[in-house]
């Protein structure tokens, strides 16, 4: 018997779930139903429904849940949660499930979620404020130079429409407006992030 | 009794007045029916109406009343005349309710209510006023056989009812297997932690009953008799036989686990650490506390896996069925509450419960709620093989939500095995077989009874019992089955069961008391009569009976134990010269309702449909038909039957040759899930049915003018249709050419 199946089927992965992912502790109480599978409008895109990454957790296959990018497709549109007759918050779970595994740096390369997620918080914390043009633009050129261009020469239209309706100011690529108190500002979200690492088993 | 008076009313209430000539009826019942009184009423079941029947009774001697009015199965408090012998013609539900309100149906609704009112007189008058079993007897104390949880319910709900109660019990303590447990799955609030079996404290006041007789280490050599007199003889330890005189029985016998050996595949003896649910409790038991160990080396138990169904609901073609093919229904809740012995003392411990289907009704699903908070783990998967692997075991799997084969390393392997019915001899196997058994079968009961030992079982070695109805109910009268003899269930529900069955005892003894009939036709003072000089020894009447009422003497003449019997008539409608009778429903009594209709010619385009309708289930549809105005063919003429194994073949004969055009049996369901209140009623009625092509053939008649039906008594939208199709096709097939011969 290999390693990899001895260890199968043990609660160490389960245990870790419920201590460091945020409402990890439910996914023990799920009755194996399959509502949340058969309710998700995307759920032909998922490479495991919420269902099979349940179970996946209790057969201790954590590799294979935290590089999946299922959790990453979920779009937030509670189906699951309301309909689990259990009460799962399956959402928040998913959720959880994906900054875990970003966090630990096992999520998978390049996932288009994710890749906006990182984009979004960058960008907010720089001043407290979603910077949007910077932030398309961040968006556009993600995926090389040439592709940026094109990105941006195809919203060149809709770019225009947003100046004239003054819905986007093109000054804010200098740097944009900020909040006022940044250093208060860089001092919250540290202390935030020190509460999350020890949350979440990241502590140094 | 004194001489015969017969008297007829006839009501007018509730609308009958104005739908049919009820002066009519009345000329009929004297002329056709002689009825020496005739009166109409306007309202017979006012306080005017009652008190006219009872003056009449009283002051002109009357003996024997129709009354055309409602069903009998309405106004039974207000017609309540115990003193005399009563028919009921039934007018409202039967005729004006269930014919269409117009013109051109009022002809044919009169000949109904006339032809219900001569039928109504042609039985009365063949029946007697029933006196009740005059072999009664009336010892009240009550045996139970089984010492376990079901059995000492049973003993103390009747003990503290009243009853004095005697307990025999094979081993040589109260408790049976629940006294093995160290913790019972909760009934109560908040359904989440192992709870005190409390059975040493119902043991203790068992024991302690005055009211209560012991006979530990003790089996029953043999059971005699029958409601409020059995005999029954207890075979003690020292080979003494002691006698108890009771009045009815209660077999609390319970189960066996299955015989997990016959589980090789799943490690069954291949490894110590491979146990079934009680060898668990028992290492619980003896850890006193602890931690459970490892049984092969004292080890420490890290992991258990509990394997739900072994040897349970197996139909599968690879083991060819060779197990249980049922549920035992509490094994669910016993495996959580086991992961809870190990997670409670030790959250580290890994408990992972396999199943394909985890069932834990009622209450059990908040206790698997609870065993999901407390970290044991659920898996849906099915186990293909446990092998030893040196002190620990390799479980193989296949996971069915993530459908891949897995094995996994078990410390200690739990098989959730089922329950066998300890419910003694099946006594339908014929005795050659018996013969043939390398385990010879051991009775429990040991009736002496000429159709077995012990009680028939319907399948899988359960006792027979109306499933839906009459759970406690036997084959067997005086004697109750409950807890796991009588179906596998769990501790709560053995509690629940041993104080129906304790109920159910207490009625028997006190209907045999007076001289009753038992559920179903609970307080019928009738009793089956036997004109033995006609008797030709056939048998068919003891074979029959579905409750092995019916002995046999040395010359094979019937001996009748009227407390054993239900009074459903079987015996009566298998019997070939017709010497069976009771005194308000005999083959006469039926038979002339039959020859006393007034019957149009061949040429009348008025056929006559006979039925013969189960009264627990088809009359009551009819009526409630009616009630529905759910209107049917008024060519139909109803007559009620006890069941449908009371019908006798010479009523269809003579309905056929008297020129009856069709005849339609309405009884209950038969086979493995009927509904039959008599269990075999109906089943005998269809076997004996199949055999009356035969006859319709030599009479030149075609086979389809009688027709046997299954109804339920919710089939009141069914029934009215069943009827005019019949009615349909016997217009299809032509009148009877049988009319005006008798």
Known sequence: MSEQATARYTNDFLREVEKNVEEGHWVKMCMQCGVCAGSCPLGSAWAHPPQEIFMMIRAGKREEVLTSDSMWMCTSCYNCMVRCPRQLPITHIMHGLANYAHRLGLSPKGQPTQATATLFWNNLIKKGRVNELTFSLALYFKDGFVQGIKNALNMQAVGFGLMKAKRLNPMEILGGHAVKDQAGLKAMIAKAREIEDRKKGFAK | MAEMKTAAYICSGCGIGERVSTAQMAKIAQKEGKMALVREHACLCDESGVQTIKDDIEKEAVTHIVLAACSRRVKTEAFNFPTVAMARANIREGVIWSQPEDAEHAETTQEMADDYVRMGCAEVKKMKVPEGNPNRASNKRILVVGGGVSGMTSALEMAEAGYD????????????????????????????????????????????????????????????????????????????????????????????????????????????????????????????????????????????????????????????????????????????????????????????????????????????????????????????????????????????????????????????????????????????????????????????????????????????????????????????????????????????????????????????????????????????????????????????CPFGAIDEDEKRFPVFNESRCRRCGTCMGACPVRVISFENYSVDTVGMQIKSVDMPDEFSEKPRILILACENDAYPALDMAGLQRKAYSAFVRAIPVRCLGSVNTIWITDALNGGWDGVMMMGCKKGDDYQCHFVKGSEMASYRMSKVDDTLKQMGLETERVATYEVAITDIERVPQLINDYAEKIKEIGMSPMKGFA
């Open chain 2, 165 to 544: 109660t005697v307990l025999v019990e094979k081993s040589g303590a109260l408790g049976g297997w629940a006294a093995e447990l160290v913790k019972r799955v909760p009934s109560q609030q908040p359904y989440a932690d192992p709870a005190d079996t409390g059975v040493a404290e119902l043991a203790a006041k068992v024991a302690a009953h005055p009211r209560i007789a012991l006979h530990l280490n003790s089996t029953i050599a043999q059971t005699d008799g029958a409601p409020g007199r059995f005999s029954v003889s207890i075979a003690q330890e020292s080979g003494a036989t002691v006698t108890e005189e009771v009045g009815a029985l209660i077999q609390a016998t319970g189960f066996t686990p299955y015989d997990m050996m016959k589980l090789p595949e799943l490690g069954a003896g291949k490894s110590p650490n491979v146990v079934d649910q009680l060898g668990l409790e028992k290492l619980v038991k003896a850890a006193n506390g602890g931690a459970v160990k490892r049984p092969s080396d004292g080890g420490e138990v890290k992991r258990v896996v509990f394997i739900q169904c072994a040897g349970q609901r197996d139909e599968s073609q690879e083991t060819e069925g060779r197990h249980l093919p049922y549920c035992s229904g509490h094994c669910c809740a016993t495996s959580i509450k086991q992961a809870m012995y190990f997670k409670d003392a030790n959250p580290d411990i890994d408990t992972m419960v396999m199943y394909t289907d985890l069932r834990v009704p009622g209450t059990g699903e908040d206790f698997y709620r609870s065993g999901q908070q407390k970290g044991v783990t659920f898996t849906k998967g099915k186990t293909s093989s446990v092998e030893a692997a040196g002190n620990a075991c390799k479980v193989s799997f296949k996971d069915l939500i993530l459908n891949e084969d897995v094995a996994i390393e078990a410390d200690l392997v739990v098989l959730a095995t089922g329950m066998v019915a300890n419910s003694g001899m099946n006594i339908d196997i014929p005795e050659e077989e018996v013969e043939k058994m390398e385990v010879k079968p051991i009775s429990i009961l040991n009736l002496n009874y000429r159709q077995g030992k012990d009680m028939p079982q319907l399948k899988s070695g359960f006792t027979d019992s109306h499933f839906i109805c009459f759970p406690y109910e036997t084959r067997r009268t005086g004697i109750y089955a409950a807890g796991p003899v009588r179906r596998p269930m769990d501790m709560t529900q053995a509690i629940e069961d041993a104080t129906g069955a304790a109920m159910k005892a207490i009625q028997a003894v006190e209907n045999a008391s007076l001289g009753r009939a038992a559920h179903p036709r609970s307080g019928d003072l009738s009793y089956p009569i036997v004109r033995l000089e006609g008797c030709t020894q056939c048998k068919r009447c003891t074979v029959e």
